[in-house]
C-alpha cells in the first residue's frame, strides 16, 4: 500500500462518507468514534461538576485568588491586560480572566473558575477532534487520546481543574497544533480557529510567545503553495479568524495607546535585556523526550541537565518515512510539529528562573507529535484503519483516568483554602462585633505559603461583604484595593507552622496543626534554612525533599489583634 493511500475517494455501500472508511471500521459497537469522543469528554463533565459541587466553598489563592479578584471587580473597570507577573508587566491580554469570569458570574462563587476550566479543557480536546478529522479520523482518535493522557499526567493531582493562566496551555497547545495543520491543509475550521486560538494562549501567558508564533507562521507558510491542494484556499474564512483577532487584542491596544507606559512596550524593555540561557534550552528539549520526561511526574523545575532524547526519534523517523513516501498529507502535520518542538529551545533558554509552570504547553507539544509520529508510521505500513477499531480503548480508558483524577483528589491548594476558610470565619466575626475594616497584614518573616494566602483572604472577605484592605501593595493593574496602602494597623495575620510565639500585641484565635511530628518539623528547618547560598541544584533537590516530608501538611494559624479581638 502507498505511504500517501488513505480512505478512498469512492467509497464502498455502507462507508463512512465523511472518513471514507467501511462502516465496520468506524463504528464500534455500532457507535461512531465521534460518539465514543464525546461520551468520553461527557463522562470527564459530569465528574467535573460533581467536583466543582462538593467543593462549591472553596476558596482560590495565590496568582488565582488574583484572577477571582480581578472577575469579582469586572464591572467597576474592564481589564486591558492579563494576570500580572513577578517580571514586573502583565501578560499581554485579558483573555484568560474573562474566561474565569464567565465562570465566576454565572456561578457567584469562586468555585466557577474549576468549571471554566474544565470548559477550557474539554473544549481543546474537542476541538482538535473536528479539526483533525477531516484530514485523517485515525489521526484524530490518536491526537484526542494524547490529549488526555496529557491531562491525566502533566499535572499534580490538584492541579486538574487549576485556574491559572499557565494551565490554559495544558491541552490547548496540543490542540493549536492539530489547528495549524487543518489550517495548511485548506479547512474551513483551521483557518478560522488558527489566530484566535494562538491569541488566547499568548495573551494566558507570555511563555507561549515564540510557540504560538513559530506554529502560526508555518502553517500560513503551508498553506501558500497551490500544489497538491485538492480545494482552494477558504480566504473568506481566513478573514473571519483576523477579525476575531483583531477583536481580541483590542484591549492590549487601548491599553498600549491610552496608558502612560503601554504593558507591550514594558514587556519588551524588560525581556531584551535578559540573559539567554542556552544550556537550559537544551537541557529542556532533551529532557522533554527523555525516556523519563521531566513532565511526566511533575516536581516543578525543568531539568538541570541533559536527557537522552531517545523519545525523539519516533517524529524523526516518521519524518524520513514521510518524505520517503512523498506522502503530502503527512508531511504538513510533521513540520508543524517540529516548529512546535523548536520553539522549546529559545522558549527556556530566555526564563529567568527553570520553573516548569513557565512553559506548561510542552507536555501536550511532545504528546501530541508522538501522536501525530504514530500515524505517519501506521499510514505509511497500511495499518492506519487499525487505530479506529481500538478507537473506545484510546479514547475511554484515558477519560477514565481523567475523571479518576479529578474525583479522587482535593482542588487546588486544599491547606491554603483552609486557611482562607478559618481567616473568613474570624473577620467575619470580627466586622459583626465591632463594624470595622478588616486591615490583613503580612506576618513578620512570612513564609511562601503565607503570602499565597494573603490575596485568597482578600477576595474571600470581598465576596462575603466583609469590608477589607490589605496592608501590603498589590499589582498596579488591581484597583479594587488600593495598591501599596499600607495605612492602619492591621487587626488579622494568617500565618503558617512553625512559626513561634505570637507578635507583641497579638493574640492566635484559630490554630490547624499540620500533623507534622517534631522530628519532621525539624527536618524540613534544616533544609529551608540552611545559613549559606545553595546552587540552583541543590535548591532543587531540597525542594524536593520538603514536599516529600511535608506530602501536602501545612499548619495554620490565624491572629488578631489583642485590642481588636475583645
Not at 532533551?286 to 511533575?298: H, I, Q, V, Y
Not at 527556556?348 to 501522536?371: E, F, G, N, R
Not at 500515524?375 to 479518576?404: Q, T
Amino acid at each position: 500500500m502507498p505511504a500517501t493511500a488513505g480512505p478512498s475517494s469512492a467509497s464502498p455501500a455502507g462507508a463512512d462518507a465523511e472518513a471514507g472508511y467501511p462502516a465496520s471500521l468506524t463504528r464500534v459497537g455500532g457507535i461512531s468514534a465521534t460518539a465514543w469522543l464525546l461520551g468520553s469528554l461527557a463522562a470527564i463533565a459530569v465528574t467535573g461538576i460533581g467536583f466543582t459541587l462538593a467543593h462549591w466553598d472553596w476558596y482560590p489563592v495565590s496568582d488565582w485568588a488574583l484572577t477571582d479578584l480581578e472577575t469579582l471587580h469586572l464591572g467597576d473597570r474592564f481589564p486591558l491586560v492579563g494576570a500580572y507577573s513577578r517580571a514586573g508587566w502583565s501578560h499581554p491580554g485579558p483573555a484568560f480572566t474573562l474566561l474565569m469570569a464567565a465562570g465566576t458570574l454565572t456561578t457567584g462563587v469562586s468555585a466557577g473558575m474549576l468549571l471554566a476550566m474544565l470548559v477550557l479543557q474539554l473544549a481543546a480536546v474537542a476541538l482538535a477532534w473536528f479539526a483533525v478529522r477531516s484530514q485523517s479520523r485515525p489521526a484524530a482518535v490518536l491526537i484526542c487520546s494524547a490529549l488526555l493522557i496529557t491531562w491525566a499526567v502533566g499535572t499534580e493531582a490538584t492541579g486538574m481543574l487549576l485556574p491559572w493562566n499557565p494551565w490554559a496551555s495544558l491541552l490547548a497547545a496540543g490542540t493549536l497544533l492539530a489547528v495549524a495543520w487543518a489550517a495548511a491543509a485548506g479547512a474551513r475550521l483551521g483557518a478560522v480557529a488558527l489566530f484566535p486560538l494562538g491569541s488566547f494562549l499568548l495573551q494566558a501567558h507570555a511563555g507561549t510567545a515564540v510557540f504560538v508564533g513559530a506554529t502560526c507562521l508555518v502553517a500560513c507558510l503551508l498553506v501558500v503553495p497551490p500544489r497538491h491542494r485538492p480545494s482552494p484556499v477558504p480566504w473568506r474564512w481566513w478573514g473571519v479568524g483576523l477579525a476575531v483577532t483583531a477583536l481580541l487584542w483590542l484591549p492590549s491596544v487601548l491599553d498600549q495607546l491610552t496608558s502612560v507606559r503601554g504593558n507591550l512596550s514594558l514587556m519588551l524593555q524588560v525581556e531584551a535585556g535578559r540573559v539567554w540561557d542556552w544550556s537550559l534550552g537544551w537541557n529542556t528539549v532533551t529532557g522533554a523526550f527523555s525516556l523519563d520526561p521531566f513532565w511526566w511526574t511533575p516536581q516543578g523545575w525543568l531539568p538541570t541537565y541533559p536527557g537522552v532524547p531517545w523519545l525523539l526519534l519516533l517524529p524523526v523517523i516518521a519524518t524520513l518515512v514521510a518524505i520517503k513516501g512523498r506522502d503530502t498529507a503527512a508531511l504538513p502535520a510533521l513540520t508543524v510539529c517540529w516548529a512546535a518542538v523548536g520553539a522549546i529551545v529559545p522558549t527556556a533558554a530566555h526564563l529567568d528562573q527553570p520553573l516548569s509552570y513557565l512553559v506548561q504547553w510542552i507536555p501536550a507539544v511532545v504528546m501530541t507529535t508522538w501522536a501525530v509520529s504514530g500515524w505517519v508510521l501506521l499510514r505509511a505500513s497500511g495499518h492506519e484503519a487499525a487505530v479506529l477499531r481500538v478507537a473506545p480503548a484510546l479514547l475511554v480508558l484515558p477519560a477514565l483516568l481523567v475523571a479518576g483524577r479529578i474525583v479522587l483528589n482535593p482542588p487546588p491548594s486544599p491547606m491554603q483554602s483552609a486557611a482562607v476558610a478559618a481567616a473568613l470565619d474570624t473577620a467575619a466575626e470580627f466586622h459583626r462585633r465591632t463594624a470595622e475594616e478588616v486591615v490583613v497584614g503580612v506576618p513578620e518573616g512570612a513564609s511562601w505559603d503565607s503570602l499565597m494566602v494573603l490575596p485568597g483572604v482578600l477576595v474571600a472577605l470581598e465576596r462575603h461583604g466583609v469590608p477589607v484592605r490589605g496592608s501590603f501593595a498589590l499589582p498596579a493593574t488591581l484597583h479594587s484595593l488600593a495598591p501599596g496602602d499600607s495605612s492602619g494597623s492591621p487587626t488579622l495575620l494568617v500565618r503558617t507552622i512553625p512559626a513561634g510565639p505570637p507578635p507583641p500585641g497579638w493574640q492566635v484565635v484559630r490554630e490547624m496543626p499540620s500533623g507534622l511530628s517534631a522530628d519532621e518539623e525539624q527536618q524540613i528547618e534544616a533544609l529551608t534554612d540552611p545559613g549559606h547560598p545553595l546552587s540552583q541544584e541543590e535548591l532543587v533537590r531540597r525542594a524536593e525533599r520538603v514536599n516529600e516530608i511535608r506530602e501536602g501538611r501545612t499548619g495554620w494559624q490565624v491572629l488578631l489583634r489583642r485590642d481588636a479581638s475583645r
